[in-house]
């Protein structure tokens, strides 16, 4: 409750701050690259669903895909576009079990926003902006 | 609904331009609780509309519905739309493939709006193929959606709205499905993203090409577990091999699909004339097979550049009674005029 109502206060200040929030995407920005390239292959969508798929960026997916495999997987495992790559999701699906919060991978993710790639999630988490589109 | 889109009924729309009545035959089948079966044939690569009637009309009166496909594997073909509106003027039940490789999200809106205009209320709403294997694989790959966002998205427009929150009045009536793949990797997965496609809005489903039953019956069995097969009707995906290079072409060109060592033996086994009845023959033996796995509602037949082979399994198999055929509807005609001259349209009516 408290963190909620810590988090409303910020949004609403980056809202009626829009400066400022650039300074801070710009400012978080190399420490997220930093930390999550190396860790996950972040692609820096600016919209992080890392929690939902067992700590693996889908955005390393050939055809982006944000909700789970496509039916192309290759009977080793592997991904149909890059053949000597393990599926993304295949990954994904191996590590979400081992994770105590394994069930978030059947959230459904929806439509990425275009206009959020390459800042940084974190920024976006805080100021609304890494929902996606649509309901 | 259907009214709505019914010639004459939408405002300030030319006579001369009749819109075609889009049907709900195919939801009434699977309402009815026979064995449903529907068809996928090629679009063709072809501007002329005739071979494309033809092989629509090989298959007609052995189906419900006639999957079109959109650009299959990456490589040019007619439209889906183009080809699923043609075949719906010829008075049969069209499914037509929405992909989310071409087209942006305000394409596929575009797209779908276009399909309730033409009277093509059933979609299968699919990822699509990568480019790479495709005729084109320097093109640029879109995949602004995937397919669940793909099914939320025409949820989306059933409710009346596009994905920008923009009214669509009327809401167009679409029916649409998605597919799953049983064979591929993650195994233990594969019927929990297909219980996701049905939350996002899947009302039917039409699964890959059965060729390996075991794990066809292991995935059925979680499915039914799950419950999902009470909440769509799933198609099994059956096709005829026609030879052996085309078992050997399945199993190694098409990413996904699992063709077994045996099956690909014993087309290789037979001399080439006898291939065909080989083929046939397979086909039967697991339509007979996986007809009675519970939670299958009917068969998706996939005949691979060969859709003469669908009547002659229908027959062998069993699958269909003479009270069961495609009801035939006055629709086309006067819509495309050009078409229902070609002599290829008295096999159509």
Redesign the interface.
């Known amino acids: 409750m408290h963190g909620r109502s810590l988090v409303s206060v910020a949004r609403r200040w980056l809202l009626t701050h829009p400066g400022a929030g650039r300074i801070l995407d710009q400012m978080f920005r190399p420490v997220e690259i930093l930390i999550k390239k190396p860790l996950f292959g972040c692609r820096m969508c600016g919209q992080c669903i890392l929690h939902e798929t067992g700590l693996v960026c889908p955005m390393g997916c050939p055809k982006t895909l944000r909700n789970g495999p496509c039916g192309g997987v290759r009977l080793d495992g592997c991904c149909e576009v890059i053949p000597d790559m393990m599926c993304v999701w295949v990954r994904a699906e191996r590590r979400s079990r081992l994770l105590p919060w394994r069930d978030a991978i059947l959230k459904i993710q929806p439509a990425l926003d275009w206009t959020q790639r390459g800042r940084s999630s974190w920024v976006n988490a805080v100021a609304g902006r890494a929902e996606g589109v649509g309901p | 609904m259907i009214q709505s889109l019914t010639p004459g009924a939408a405002p300030g729309r030319s006579p001369s331009l009749k819109g075609l009545p889009s049907t709900r035959r195919l939801e009434e089948a699977f309402r009815s609780g026979r064995r449903v079966l529907t068809c996928e044939i090629a679009a063709g690569d072809s501007p002329d509309p005739a071979g494309l009637l033809e092989r629509a009309a090989t298959v007609r009166h052995h189906v419900d519905a006639v999957n079109l496909p959109d650009n299959t594997s990456g490589r040019v073909h007619l439209s889906g739309l183009a080809a699923a509106a043609i075949v719906a003027g010829a008075g049969i039940e069209p499914i037509l493939h929405v992909t989310?490789r071409d087209i942006n999200?305000i394409g596929l809106q575009s797209h779908l709006l276009g399909a309730a205009a033409l009277g093509v209320r059933n979609l299968l709403c699919l990822?699509?193929?990568?480019v790479?294997?495709g005729d084109h694989p320097e093109s640029k790959?879109v995949?602004?959606?995937?397919?669940?966002?793909l099914l939320?998205?025409v949820?989306?427009l059933r409710s009346g709205r596009y994905?920008s929150g923009r009214a669509v009045e009327p809401a167009p009536d679409l029916f649409p499905g998605t597919?799953?793949?049983p064979?591929?990797?993650?195994h233990?997965?594969r019927p929990?993203?297909l219980?996701?496609k049905i939350?996002?809005g899947a009302r039917f489903v039409q699964t890959?090409i059965v060729f390996n039953v075991p794990r066809f019956k292991a995935f059925m069995a979680r499915v039914c577990d799950l419950g999902i097969d009470r909440q769509a009707p799933i198609l099994a995906g059956v096709a005829p091999p026609r030879s052996a290079r085309s078992a050997r072409y399945m199993r190694d060109r098409i990413?996904?699909m699992?063709v077994p060592e045996a099956l690909v033996k014993r087309m290789e086994g037979v001399a080439p004339a006898r291939a065909e009845e080989e083929g046939l023959r397979i086909a039967v033996e697991i339509l007979d097979e996986i007809n009675g796995i519970p939670g299958i509602a009917g068969f998706h037949l996939m005949p691979i550049c060969w859709e003469e082979a669908v009547p002659e399994v229908v027959r062998r198999a069993g699958l269909r009674r003479e009270s069961e055929t495609m009801p035939a509807i006055e629709a086309g005609g006067a819509a495309y005029p050009e078409v229902s001259s070609a002599p290829i349209r008295e096999r159509c009516t």
């Not at chain 2, 990822?127 to 990568?130: E, L, M």
């Not at chain 2, 995949?143 to 966002?149: C, H």
């Not at chain 2, 064979?183 to 993650?186: H, K, L």
């Open positions: 989310c999200r990822t699509g193929d990568h790479v294997h790959p995949f602004d959606l995937d397919s669940l966002q939320r998205l949820g989306t994905l597919t799953e793949n064979f591929a990797p993650p233990d997965f929990l993203r219980r996701k939350e996002a890959q990413p996904g699992d």
